[in-house]
């Protein structure tokens, strides 16, 4: 059985998973610890990567190089883009994309890395719908299915997120899901993203955001379960 990789950017949001699986090793990479073992009777390998798009791209090599994983589950925090959208509900990815990739002076689309057959890069319909059914079990909120944004910026004004919105059509923006994505598509790895709303990206982001952090973390470690045992 080849082990699930399941990712947080900070430790609050992998302490839950680390407290309830059954260890069986750890193993350090690139300066990331990796806990290898079991976890409602599935083979994980459980790591923070770290907070931003390098440190995450890292850690997903990583566990698919060393640990030969079948695929990544990436959970944490998000701001949301999408009006209709609460702090405390969740988002899973339908896709992801780096929003701050810009080579528009060439004439390209925002968002839109030259050279390359795609950008956007599709997270897995199994996985999705894993995701979908464990979420709305977990939030009294709602849960939705959307294009989640990255970029190596906490985003905390209005105009930004109404440019998020309108150039790139995202439902929620955070700062590691599409490194996550981008490395699972060159190397043909299964991925999804699952993230709580912790903020409206604007001017209360920061205090929202740090409110939430515990919450969050419950719930993401709620879900990520429920979708293990149904695997
Ligand atoms: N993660 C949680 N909230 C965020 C925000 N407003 N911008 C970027 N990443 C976030």
């Given at each position: 059985?080849?082990?699930?990789?399941?990712?947080?950017?900070m430790?609050?949001?992998?302490?839950?998973?680390?407290?309830?699986?059954?260890q069986?090793?750890?193993?350090?990479?690139?300066?990331?610890?990796?806990y290898?073992?079991?976890?409602?009777?599935?083979?994980?390998?459980?790591?923070?990567?770290?907070?931003?798009k390098?440190n995450a791209?890292?850690c997903?090599?990583?566990?698919?190089?060393?640990?030969q994983?079948?695929?990544?589950?990436?959970?944490g925090?998000?701001g949301?883009?999408?009006?209709?959208?609460?702090?405390?509900?969740i988002?899973?990815?339908?896709?992801?994309?780096?929003?701050?990739?810009?080579?528009?002076?060439?004439?390209?689309?925002?968002?839109?890395?030259?050279?390359?057959?795609t950008?956007?890069?599709?997270?897995?319909?199994?996985?999705?719908?894993?995701?979908?059914?464990?979420?709305?079990?977990w939030?009294?909120?709602?849960?939705?299915?959307?294009?989640?944004l990255?970029?190596?910026?906490?985003?905390?004004?209005?105009?930004t997120?109404?440019?998020?919105?309108?150039?790139?059509?995202?439902?929620?923006?955070?700062?590691?899901?599409?490194?996550?994505?981008?490395?699972?598509?060159?190397?043909?790895?299964?991925?999804?993203v699952?993230?709580?709303?912790?903020d409206r990206?604007?001017?209360?982001?920061?205090?929202?955001?740090?409110?939430?952090?515990?919450?969050?973390?419950?719930?993401?470690?709620?879900?990520?379960?429920?979708?293990?045992a149904?695997?």
């Amino acid at each position: 059985e080849k082990p699930i990789g399941i990712i947080g950017a900070m430790e609050e949001e992998i302490a839950l998973f680390l407290k309830e699986m059954e260890q069986e090793r750890t193993e350090e990479h690139a300066g990331i610890s990796f806990y290898i073992g079991r976890l409602v009777d599935r083979s994980v390998v459980i790591c923070r990567s770290g907070v931003g798009k390098v440190n995450a791209a890292v850690c997903t090599q990583v566990l698919i190089d060393r640990f030969q994983i079948e695929a990544v589950i990436f959970t944490g925090v998000a701001g949301a883009l999408d009006p209709e959208l609460e702090i405390g509900d969740i988002v899973v990815s339908s896709s992801c994309q780096q929003h701050d990739v810009d080579v528009t002076p060439l004439g390209l689309d925002k968002g839109v890395i030259p050279f390359q057959e795609t950008s956007e890069f599709p997270a897995d319909p199994t996985w999705i719908q894993l995701a979908e059914k464990a979420a709305s079990a977990w939030t009294e909120g709602r849960a939705i299915t959307g294009k989640v944004l990255s970029g190596d910026q906490f985003i905390a004004d209005q105009e930004t997120v109404r440019q998020l919105r309108e150039q790139l059509n995202g439902v929620c923006v955070e700062m590691e899901g599409a490194a996550v994505a981008h490395v699972c598509h060159l190397n043909d790895v299964p991925f999804v993203v699952i993230r709580s709303m912790s903020d409206r990206a604007d001017h209360s982001a920061d205090v929202n955001f740090q409110e939430f952090a515990a919450v969050a973390a419950r719930r993401s470690n709620g879900i990520v379960k429920d979708m293990l045992a149904q695997k």
